[in-house]
């Protein structure tokens, strides 16, 4: 069974950072793909960024380049998300998933990123 659970959402001031984790079980971690994904409210999910498979391939959403880094430990089935420099746009609940072929996912519950003063 595939569980992806994600940790490390909260609440953070303008210009604060956040690291998400996500703990992964149920496949091999290592062969595939993991991405973080979020949702505002009234929008359409959106890529934050993906890692491949050996960590070696990074992409990053234009909002985020430059502001977020992710990260996987194949020893320990985790992928990591850090945001820096967050704006109240970032709010979202952010989702961990695992791309088991183009255009086809799992995704963790979710966490909830909220921006603001």
């Known amino acids: 069974q595939v569980q992806l659970v994600e940790s490390g959402g909260g609440l953070v001031q303008p210009g604060g950072s956040l690291r998400l984790s996500c703990a992964a079980s149920?496949?091999?971690?290592?062969?595939?793909?993991m991405g973080w994904y979020r949702q505002a409210p009234g929008k359409e999910r959106e890529l934050v960024a993906s890692?491949?498979?050996?960590?070696?391939?990074?992409l990053y959403a234009d909002s985020m380049k430059g502001r977020c880094t992710i990260s996987r430990d194949n020893a320990k089935n985790t992928v990591s998300l850090q945001m820096n420099n967050l704006k109240p746009e970032d709010t979202a609940v952010y989702y961990c998933?695992?791309?088991?072929?183009?255009?086809?996912?799992?995704w963790g519950q979710g966490t909830q990123v909220t921006v603001s003063s």
């Open positions: 998933t695992v791309v088991w072929a183009p255009k086809s996912y799992s």
């Open positions: 149920g496949f091999t971690f290592s062969r595939y793909a």
């Open positions: 890692i491949g498979s050996l960590g070696a391939d990074t």
